[in-house]
């Protein structure tokens, strides 16, 4: 069979290769349409060579049909139409026994961390193929998985019938997002800086803007009547985008952050000024890998601060976890944040503030990893 591996140093080779039968616990599939996306690209442009081995076919967003069955697997017959959820997890860790599987300590990225789609049999476990519809077009299929992502970052928005949304980026991903919110009821806006792709979304019929040549902020106060966007979702991965981002939403607005952020280092306080102060309903639905725990104090905090400004009364920040004496750590550089912490009162923090404290949080974690 014919496979396409990455070599190393932005070489791409196919080849011939012998076919090997799936194994016990898996199923073969015999992959009509494999689809590119930014993260193949980085893996191409050596972006992860420090964590692929390689040769490495790649390659994950695929579409197909069965062509062999493992010892073991039940419910699938040949020709059935198939396409892949490509995360392995090993669901013994603690992120997997918590329920966050996509991040599990020990995950299987196929495509990345074991072989992808770029080949015309691929064996994958049975646990990670998912049954496509009978009759949908496998050239359609092969968008599923980018379709999903989509479908989960609006889901996770909590967008509604109504909103308006703006999507910083359209690219691939921030057309899907696009795509998925109007489908939900939402008024978009798409802002996105290059011309060609600016057409062919004006082509689908959504508002577009360049960001680039107009006053994106002046736009967006115009389409909202003065309001702001209800959800914003940063979809570019450009430094700019993730500081303008809040600064596009109304009062107690979602701001969601699709893309890592690639280049210049992006601190929380930093993000748009002046939007926290106005804002305190912030909801950080996905920032740079921190993990649920994190998050759900990120919240809290910001629930403290936003009850305080409307007047009402609240619990002492002492009180929430973020706060709260910690277990002595394993090595005294996994918490560097002690001392900091014994020193704070809630009078002392602005939102900004403790947001700062948020990404000090992030980056004690990091220190603790390295260690």
Request: a negative charge.
């Amino acid at each position: 069979m014919k496979s396409a591996a990455y070599l190393g140093q932005g070489r791409v080779e196919t080849s011939s290769v012998a076919v090997a039968p799936p194994g016990a616990g898996e199923l073969q599939i015999a992959v009509a349409y494999c689809g590119l996306c930014g993260t193949d690209l980085h893996l191409v442009h050596g972006d992860l060579d420090a964590r692929v081995s390689r040769p490495l076919v790649f390659g994950h967003e695929v579409s197909g049909t069965v062509a062999g069955i493992g010892a073991d697997v039940t419910g699938w017959s040949v020709g059935d139409p198939v396409t892949v959820m490509p995360l392995a997890w090993d669901g013994t860790c603690d992120a997997c026994r918590a329920g966050h599987q996509h991040i599990c300590r020990n995950l299987d990225f196929l495509g990345i961390d074991s072989p992808g789609g770029l080949q015309e049999r691929w064996n994958v476990p049975a646990t990670v193929a998912v049954r496509l519809p009978a009759g949908l077009d496998l050239r359609t299929a092969a968008l599923v998985e980018p379709v999903a992502v989509a479908v989960h970052d609006v889901r996770r928005s909590g967008l509604q019938v109504g909103d308006r949304a703006v999507v910083l980026g359209g690219g691939p991903i921030g057309v899907l997002i696009a795509c998925v919110a109007r489908q939900a009821g939402a008024d978009v806006l798409i802002a996105e800086i290059d011309e060609s792709r600016r057409d062919r979304i004006a082509g689908l019929g959504f508002t577009v803007s360049d960001p680039a040549g107009t006053d994106l902020g002046a736009e967006v106060e115009r389409w909202t009547g003065g309001v702001g966007a209800d959800v914003v979702f940063e979809v570019s991965g450009a430094a700019a985008a993730v500081r303008s981002a809040t600064g596009l939403a109304r009062v107690r607005n979602v701001t969601m952050a699709v893309r890592e952020w690639e280049g210049e280092v992006v601190f929380l306080h930093e993000v748009a000024p002046g939007a926290a102060d106005r804002s305190y309903g912030i909801q950080v639905a996905r920032l740079a890998g921190l993990p649920e725990r994190v998050l759900s104090r990120a919240r809290q905090v910001l629930g403290v601060l936003e009850s305080r400004a409307s007047g009402q009364t609240s619990p002492m920040l002492d009180d929430l976890p973020l706060f709260a004496a910690a277990p002595p750590p394993k090595k005294p550089e996994i918490n560097p944040l002690n001392a900091m912490l014994d020193q704070v009162r809630p009078d002392d923090l602005s939102p900004r503030e403790a947001l700062e404290l948020i990404y000090e949080l992030k980056k004690a974690r990091d220190a603790g990893r390295r260690s």
